[in-house]
T-cell receptor, first 114, second 113 residues
Framework: DQQVKQNSPSLSVQEGRISILNCDYT??????FLWYKKYPAEGPTFLIS?????DKNEDGRFTVFLNKSAKHLSLHIVPSQPGDSAVYFC?????????????FGQGTTLQVKP | ETGVTQTPRHLVMGMTNKKSLKCEQH?????MYWYKQSAKKPLELMFV???????ENNSVPSRFSPECPNSSHLFLHLHTLQPEDSALYLC????????????FGPGTRLTVL
């Protein structure tokens, strides 16, 4: 059973508008969440993260929101730029210690149109 | 070279072949990982190495055999693979004190005929 789900395989937004990517998880033991971005022919790169003790983390144009009661997190990109077009992966980490066991979602392909 | 490199970038092999994937990290990390990404599926962790010792094997079939001779190099030896093993194989590294922030290589696209 998939513990981290990104139910939207793709998203298209206009340049300058807000992009909202969503992620749901089922395991309440997850305590750290991350977003990775992947361009074609490259490996994923770390974008932003949030601890379960917070409900928001902001880094420039990127903000991650965490709703623990709903087991839901979202990534907001404002304003969206064509260079943001990529696949975005949500990932979660559990409380089993510093094991490096990240559980990834399937990814959402974001297209930002000029 | 900087970051995490992987060779080859593409590999086509028959089911009876033996091949190896290579990963090298130039970041001074001591934790390394192998992931598999099949079409339309999430990245799936296969193996974790910390300071050259395997600390995680995510129920990977024995036809995949990892090797970590030092903290900078990681290999994945492949033998008698199946067509369903065709996927993108990604290597990553991290500091052992921050294993959530992983740095990925570009991956090897493997096709098993």
């Amino acid at each position: 059973d998939q513990q981290v789900k990104q139910n939207s395989p793709s998203l298209s937004v206009q340049e300058g508008r807000i992009s909202i990517l969503n992620c749901d998880y089922t395991n309440s033991m997850f305590d750290y969440f991350l977003w990775y971005k992947k361009y074609p022919a490259e490996g994923p790169t770390f974008l932003i993260s949030i601890s379960s003790i917070k409900d928001k983390n902001e880094d420039g144009r990127f903000t991650v929101f965490l709703n623990k009661s709903a087991k839901h997190l979202s990534l907001h990109i404002v304003p969206s730029q064509p260079g943001d077009s990529a696949v975005y992966f949500c990932a979660a980490s559990g409380t089993s210690g510093n094991t490096g066991k990240l559980i990834f979602g399937q990814g959402t392909t974001l297209q930002v149109k000029p | 070279e900087t970051g995490v490199t992987q060779t080859p970038r593409h590999l086509v092999m028959g089911m009876t072949n033996k091949k190896s994937l290579k990963c090298e990290q130039h970041l001074g990390h001591n934790a390394m990982y192998w992931y598999k990404q099949s079409a339309k599926k999430p990245l799936e962790l296969m193996f974790v190495y910390n300071f050259k010792e395997q600390t995680e094997n995510n129920s990977v079939p024995s036809r995949f055999s990892p090797e970590c001779p030092n903290s900078s190099h990681l290999f994945l030896h492949l033998h008698t693979l199946q067509p369903e093993d065709s996927a993108l194989y990604l290597c990553a590294s991290s500091q052992p004190t921050d294993t959530d922030t992983q740095y990925f290589g570009p991956g090897t696209r493997l096709t098993v005929l």
